[in-house]
């Protein structure tokens, strides 16, 4: 029997009908309206308002090269409704790129922070998987690479807005999140992947039947960051599994044209887009952007005055490590400024930064946090950036102040500099396009150091956490790699420490690595011949001393005692404690000998008793030292004799004492459990009688102790009970 159709097969297929014929019209379309290679669509004027759009009455199509609105692009009714209740006109690199990227050439697109980029890619991708007719059987056809996970959650939302009237399957792949089985489970299915470069390597290396062999399109947001050196293994694997023939979009604020970079991603002639570079400035024109000169020792003051000067702004605070985040953020929380704090950095589960971004984009809050959000993400209305420590790098800047001022918004941001660190501003100003940086006067900010000291007094806790960001900050400074911005000789250690809160400045090992090198570096011609001339215990004691600067100082390390050699010749030999209070043991350290005296005090040397005292040359003969050592090793081996003997001895009395032990408490146990009924508890004795061990004595012992003896005894009067017993009992019942 044949099973009857639904009622709705036929609507299935009429809208399979009105699909492929909805494709075969884009398809034409884009055909006919392609724009030329290397051609910008901004300079093309756009079309009216009320210019039809698609196919005319003539037959042909309208052009969409240089269009504003999102109606007039050959992109399917689907995506257009997605895009209706938000988005109407297109920004300036959204113009730019999509005439080009819904044709399937490959986009290298540079535009200013917060200028749309993430529709300029987010809808080819639709639409490239939507007119290919891509369905579950196809698996993986486009792939979307963030570097961070809270920017790949942003544009799997964007995603998800964007293309939910489509019936394509999308996955978020981040890092973080404990469902890796369930991920492997679904992963093969899913057409569009989001993903951060290390989860998707993940999957491609421990996953089965995962493959990418059909990606159609693959998208790199934030292109520089994942191009440099951090994540260079990752891609190179991850572009070593993909097809050579796919489409490519790179998309980033501050664009690389590497060759060698775009020769990694087999992109072919690409089509470089760079709406603003013409522009007058390298940063949002509506963003107000200020710079202070302040001492290091001053930085958390002016931080903690501006703060509470600016209670009713949603403010953003980058700071270096995550140390300084986590520190900031406590000691501030305790001081209660009035306004709710909260920290972002890349030690958080991903759960807790997730949740953390969405209260700070909801709420009016300041937000503490390292470079881990500077890129990508769209935090809604903040007013301040502020940079407490200075960027490295002139891009680095502008991705942080590119967090505000987004989309035509107003936005102000603060830059904190250092003395020692005027020269990024001299570079900000040269940049080209310009970057309208002003410098401004501080006031005197309110000093907050004497009651960070108090905190740090009453919360222990927080004694390891002040002197880690210490340390931290320190060596991100001495790691940078412009020296002419960032040298951490010029920068009050001390009174950085004392503005922490911290009452003793801990040790910088790093620092003391650098001034060794320095010193051996420097080292005379004459001083090294001068070194040469020592004795073989003062250079071993100069390799301990290299050795041990590895070695945290501690206040309790024993003091230096000198050593002193019978030829008169001077080294200093000391033991240092490691950071395990082990004790560090020179293997090269001269022996020590045995020194005898003789009634007057003189020395005796070692092999006097040995020398001819009738020739009384000193001379030693080897007869008597064969002699001598004889009756040195057969008085040995009678002590050793001695020593087995009385060790036996000693082994033989404690087991001896452990039975005794042993037989009392079985004999008083037997007294506790005698009942009122004597003749049951015969009864229960005859029928269950206890046999006792027998011991037996070595081979070698040819004397038998009383104790055993005693045990021998009665054994053999039980067996004869038990013999009788028997005899008793067969009686009774003969």
């Not at 994540?231 to 050579?244: G, H, M, N, V, Y």
């Not at 991100?476 to 420490?497: G, R, Y």
């Not at 801990?506 to 090198?517: A, E, H, T, W």
């Not at 082994?651 to 146990?669: G, I, P, Q, S, V």
Request: hydrophobic residues 35%; positive net charge; proline residues 5%.
């Amino acid at each position: 029997m044949r099973r009857p159709k639904p009622k709705c097969s036929g609507a299935r297929k009429q809208r399979r009908l009105s699909e492929a014929q909805e494709i075969q019209l884009l398809d034409s379309w884009i055909e006919a309206g392609i724009p030329d290679p290397g051609t910008n669509p901004l300079a093309i004027s756009p079309p009216p308002p009320d210019a039809p759009i698609g196919r005319t009455k003539d037959g042909s199509f309208s052009p969409y090269a240089g269009v504003r609105f999102f109606r007039q692009l050959p992109i399917s009714q689907r995506t257009k409704d997605g895009l209706a209740p938000k988005y109407v006109e297109m920004s300036d690199i959204q113009r730019a790129s999509l005439p080009h990227s819904l044709c399937g050439r490959d986009i290298l697109g540079a535009a200013k922070t917060g200028s749309g980029k993430t529709l300029a890619f987010v809808i080819p991708v639709i639409e490239k998987l939507y007119r290919a007719r891509w369905g579950p059987e196809d698996g993986v056809g486009s792939i979307i690479i963030s570097p961070t996970k809270e920017l790949a959650g942003q544009l799997f939302e964007e995603l998800k807005t964007v293309g939910k009237h489509h019936s394509l399957s999308a996955g978020l792949l981040i890092g973080g999140r404990k469902d890796v089985d369930a991920e492997k489970e679904r992963v093969s299915s899913l057409n569009i992947l989001v993903c951060t470069p290390g989860r998707l390597l993940q999957h491609m290396d421990e996953t089965a039947n995962f493959e990418c062999s059909q990606l159609q399109i693959l998208v790199l947001d934030e292109a520089d960051r994942i191009l440099d050196a951090g994540f260079k293994t990752e891609l190179d694997a991850i572009i070593s599994q993909l097809p050579k023939r796919r489409q490519t979009l790179l998309f980033s604020a501050t664009q690389t044209k590497s060759v060698k970079d775009l020769a990694r991603l087999s992109l072919k002639d690409p089509e470089y887009i760079s709406v603003h570079a013409e522009s007058v400035t390298a940063t949002p024109e509506q963003l107000t952007q200020l710079a202070i000169i302040v001492p290091l020792d001053q930085k958390l003051n002016l931080l903690w005055s501006f703060i509470k000067a600016n209670l009713k702004s949603k403010i953003l605070v980058f700071l270096s490590s995550c140390k300084q985040v986590k520190y900031v953020y406590e000691v501030f929380k305790k001081l209660r400024p009035g306004i709710p704090l909260k920290c972002l950095h890349g030690r958080m589960k991903q759960n807790v930064r997730m949740a953390t971004y969405l209260q700070f984009c909801e709420e009016t809050s300041v937000l503490f946090s390292t470079d881990v959000a500077s890129r990508g993400l769209d935090f809604s209305a903040v007013d301040w950036v502020v940079q407490v420590d200075c960027p490295e790098d002139i891009p680095a800047y502008i991705h942080r102040v590119g967090r505000t001022a987004r989309f035509r918004n107003a936005g102000k941001s603060l830059l904190f500099l250092m003395p020692s660190e005027k020269e990024m501003f001299t570079k900000l100003r040269a940049v080209e396009p310009k970057i309208p940086i002003k410098l401004k006067k501080a006031k005197e900010p309110v000093s907050v150091s004497a009651l960070l000291s108090s905190l740090l007094v009453k919360f222990p806790s927080m004694q390891q956490l002040a002197q880690r960001a210490f340390v931290t900050y320190l060596k991100s400074i001495f790691l940078q790699k412009d020296k002419d911005v960032f040298d951490v000789s010029k920068l009050p250690i001390e009174d950085f420490a004392v503005s922490l809160g911290l009452s003793v400045t801990p040790k910088l090992r790093f620092l003391k690595r650098k001034s060794n090198v320095h010193m051996s570096s420097t080292k005379t011609t004459e001083e090294v011949e001068a070194s040469d001339d020592k004795s073989k215990v003062h250079n071993i004691n100069s390799q301990a001393t290299v050795r041990s600067d590895d070695v945290e100082d501690d206040v309790l390390l024993p003091k230096e005692s000198p050593s002193f050699e019978p030829e008169g010749d001077k080294a200093e030999l000391s033991t240092r404690i490691l950071k395990k209070k082990k004790l560090k043991i020179n293997m090269h350290r001269p022996l020590g000998t045995r020194v005898k005296y003789d009634d007057d005090g003189n020395v005796i040397p070692p092999l006097a008793a040995l020398a001819d005292k009738e020739t009384g040359d000193g001379s030693i003969h080897l007869g008597t030292v064969k002699e001598r050592y004889e009756k040195l090793r057969e008085a040995m081996k009678v002590r050793d004799k001695e020593d087995k003997l009385l060790h036996r001895q000693r082994l033989r009395d404690k087991r001896t004492k452990e039975k005794l032990k042993l037989k009392k408490r079985k004999e008083e146990a037997e007294e506790g459990d005698t009942g009122d009924d004597h003749s049951d508890s015969d009864e229960n004795e005859q029928r269950n009688p206890k046999r006792t061990k027998i011991y037996f004595d070595d081979d070698d012992n040819d004397e038998v102790d009383d104790a055993k003896a005693a045990k021998k005894s009665d054994s053999v009067t039980l067996a004869e009970q038990e013999a009788l017993a028997l005899d008793l009992l067969r009686s009774m019942h003969s």
